[in-house]
């Protein structure tokens, strides 16, 4: 299983969006403090998430 940890946010999260390189978004598995991306094709992709502080984190990464 692929996955990326979430343990670095100190807010609450309360949206995850994953977007691919069209900026379409792509469903993803959320497990607590991970986001399981097995499901996902190699790529480009952009993780937004919106912290119960008001704070919009992105992120992009290459999965491959």
């Known amino acids: 299983r692929q996955a990326i940890q979430l343990?670095?946010?100190?807010?609450?999260?309360?949206?995850?969006?994953v977007y691919d390189a069209l900026g379409q978004?792509?469903?993803v598995v959320?497990?607590?403090q991970e986001l399981d991306v097995s499901?996902?094709?190699d790529?480009?992709?952009?993780?937004?998430?919106?912290?119960?502080?008001?704070q919009i984190w992105t992120q992009s990464w290459?999965?491959?």
């Open 30 to 32: 959320r497990r607590g």
């Open 25 to 27: 978004p792509r469903s």
């Open 62 to 64: 290459v999965k491959y």
């Open 39 to 41: 499901n996902l094709a």
């Open 7 to 17: 343990h670095h946010f100190d807010d609450e999260i309360l949206n995850l969006q």
């Open 43 to 54: 790529g480009v992709y952009w993780l937004t998430a919106r912290l119960r502080g008001g």
